[in-house]
């Protein structure tokens, strides 16, 4: 490969991996173009990309970007999944797609500056979605509001209920 050529590969590489917090790197063998193809597409549609490096450049280029941990992961072909807004979304396709074709090997990642290894991407993947989270918290903080709201709503239905009654029994005491 010309050096010319390598020089706008290695730029490219240190503009992805510095744009994105999280990477997985994964081990194939024996994947056809076509499917390596279908995959890429698959994973485009969730704003995932995945790409087969040649492990001295990637090995390059985490090093001008600071992520040295995820060199040790770069041994034999290797490519590297990185992009979406959620590092939980992407672990979930990367531990989905590797259960559903053995080619595909996780080696580890690095999410948010930390390596992890690949028990920790398949805990991760087990995790809800960041939206699914925002949800569950709104819903657990509001969930006290709610309760103490009602329960002021059925002493004002008691009350009024009371007040209802006590008219009433004027209203046949004078009439």
């Not at 600071?66 to 990185?82: K, N, Q």
Request: charged fraction near 20%.
């Amino acid at each position: 490969m010309p050096n010319e050529l390598k020089e706008l590969i290695l730029k490219e590489m240190v503009s992805r991996y510095n744009d994105t917090s999280s990477c997985l790197v994964v081990g194939y063998r024996g994947v056809t173009a076509l499917q390596f193809n279908q995959l890429r597409n698959e994973l485009w549609q969730k704003k995932i990309f995945m790409e087969v490096v040649k492990n001295s450049l990637a090995a390059i280029a985490f090093k001008e970007t600071g992520r040295t941990e995820v060199i040790g992961l770069l041994d034999g072909p290797s490519a590297i999944i990185t992009g979406g807004d959620d590092p939980v979304v992407m672990a979930k396709e990367a531990v989905k797609l590797s259960e559903e074709m053995p080619f595909l090997a996780l080696r580890g990642g690095i999410v948010d500056g930390e390596l992890l290894s690949i028990d920790s991407i398949k805990n991760l993947a087990k995790l809800p979605s960041l939206p699914v989270l925002r949800t569950q918290i709104v819903t657990s903080i509001n969930a006290p509001v709610v309760g103490v709201a009602s329960a002021f709503n059925s002493i004002l239905r008691s009350l009024a209920t009371v007040f209802q009654e006590v008219k009433t029994q004027k209203e046949k005491s004078n009439g």
